[in-house]
């Protein structure tokens, strides 16, 4: 695709970067038929080719308006589009700098401002989240119904043992994970203990940063990368091995942070080896001998969700869904595994509509082969398709 970059965005450090992903764009129309919000809307403008050409409208100085917004803000940035595209199109990168031009370019009515603001009061942190669950539960009843039946049960009280091995790996906690399924973090915990690995937890780590880095909020997004380096990097430098992940939307978050700060002179070094480091539980057991797993599926169907963040974003397909059958598990066949639930950090709180149309197929989809359990790997995804589903949602490293 051709473009003529206004002389107003010639000299912006992201400029060369983004011109060359659009110019890698040959608007063949593939992405569209992967993008789940084309296939709900069948406007060419809530598919990736017509965003891209809105943020080619914008960065040749063309005018910027609400619509503009409307329709990059319907993304979901699940990346399937990426995974499609035979051009090797990054359509990830481009949309983020999108939003961000367009953030400052137009301004949210009140109420959208002051709902967005809440959300990332709230739900990165982790103290104040498990108390706006609590009053959530407390008024349950008074709360509209799609926010309603997003609220969790309260979790078990579980404990982690603290075990001493040679070889050690920090455990990322996540911000609302520990609030909601502490189970999943505490049983990583154990299998790697049964591997003769010891986990490393730090307090001082916080949110990886990708709510408020998909929702425009650069700045605060960077501190918080810079803070969690800041925290981890005396254990990487005593030699811990990785940095575990169980959430796979934190897992790509963390995946990025060497690009997001490779222009930060102090930390880019530090950024890279993180990334570097950072793995998904899944890469980490997939290797182990089938002993390891017991068996302990026989008899017993799943549905594996695939997040869009481990599939598209990670590009780690299949892994999860060997470690299940190792364990005994039959895996059932789930129609268009390729298509997000709708969960999407906080897509299914900002655009309630489209997201609930697409959890209701996702559900359709992973009922139809009658599983004993879904099964998937962010947290996310897990609370989105609980409150949807009676069939029993678990991290899959529970059920192995």
């Not at 005018?63 to 409307?70: A, E, G, H, I, P």
């Not at 969690?228 to 940095?243: K, L, M, V």
């Not at 934190?250 to 070094?269: F, H, P, T, V, W």
């Amino acid at each position: 695709m051709q473009t003529i970059i206004a002389k107003k965005y010639q000299n912006q450090d992201y400029i060369q970067e983004v011109e060359s992903i659009l110019r890698a764009c040959v608007h063949c129309g593939f992405c569209t038929a992967t993008c789940p919000t084309y296939q709900l809307v069948n406007d060419e403008l809530d598919g990736p080719r017509g965003r891209i050409y809105l943020i080619k409208e914008l960065l040749e100085g063309n005018k910027v308006t609400s619509k503009t917004r409307l329709h990059l803000d319907r993304c979901l940035t699940c990346l399937s589009c990426e995974t499609t595209c035979p051009s090797g199109v990054r359509y990830g990168k481009l949309i983020e700098t999108g939003r961000t031009l367009v953030e400052k370019k137009t301004r949210r009515p009140f109420f959208n401002r002051i709902k967005r603001n809440l959300i990332l009061f709230f739900i990165p942190h982790t103290a104040r989240f498990r108390f706006t669950l609590f009053l959530g539960r407390m008024f349950k009843y008074l709360l509209p119904g799609y926010i309603r039946k997003k609220i969790p049960d309260k979790p078990e009280q579980s404990e982690r043992k603290q075990t001493s091995h040679a070889r050690k790996m920090i455990l990322f906690e996540g911000c609302v994970q520990p609030a909601t399924h502490p189970e999943v973090n505490d049983t990583t915990a154990l299998v790697l203990d049964k591997m003769a690995i010891s986990t490393i937890s730090i307090s001082e780590v916080g949110c990886c940063g990708a709510m408020h880095h998909h929702m425009s909020k650069t700045k605060k997004s960077l501190e918080m990368i810079r803070k969690n380096i800041d925290a981890w990097w005396p254990y990487i430098e005593s030699g811990a091995e990785a940095i575990v992940m169980t959430a796979s939307g934190c897992g790509a978050m963390l995946k990025e942070y060497g690009d997001l700060l490779k222009n930060d002179n102090q930390y880019a070094e530090k950024a890279r080896r993180v990334s570097e480091l950072t793995r998904d539980i899944c890469e980490i057991i997939s290797n182990e001998p089938d002993e390891v797993f017991n068996n302990k599926g026989q008899g017993k169907k799943v549905a594996f969700q695939s997040p869009c963040t481990l599939q598209h974003g990670q590009q780690i397909t299949g892994v999860v869904e060997a470690i299940l059958q190792k364990a005994g598990y039959e895996l059932t066949d789930v129609p268009d595994g390729h298509l997000c639930c709708g969960s999407a950090g906080s897509y299914a709180l900002l655009q309630p509509e489209i997201a609930d149309k697409l959890l209701n197929n996702k559900i359709d989809a992973l009922e139809s082969g009658k599983p004993d359990f879904i099964a998937t790997a962010n947290i996310g995804c897990h609370l989105n398709l609980a409150a949807a589903t009676k069939t029993p949602v678990k991290h899959w490293i529970e059920l192995v």
